[in-house]
């Protein structure tokens, strides 16, 4: 167990990550994550990239393309 302290960053409260725990969770600077709370537990998940969200694209739940016709006014570059 590590502990640490929370720490004032602007309006809102900061927690440091030590490294051996954002390495153990995969995680680094600009990363994503998400925040949940559970029995009065903080709950810290590491996101998911682009590349995971990729990966779950297949055949059957992919949207088909929609052809609204030209490019008309401001559409136009």
């Given amino acids: ?14 927690l440091r990550i030590p490294q051996i725990f954002a390495a ?6 600009n990363s994503n994550v998400s925040l949940e709370i559970s ?8 996101g998911q990239t682009l590349e995971d969200m990729l990966a779950c694209i297949t055949d059957e739940n992919k949207h088909e393309l929609f052809d609204y016709g030209e490019s008309k006014g401001k559409e136009i570059i």
Avoid: F
């Fill in 24 to 29: 153990q969770l995969g995680v680094e600077e």
């Fill in 1 to 14: 167990m590590m502990y640490a302290k929370i720490k004032k960053w602007g309006n809102s409260l900061a």
């Fill in 39 to 46: 029995d009065n537990r903080l709950i810290i998940k590491r």
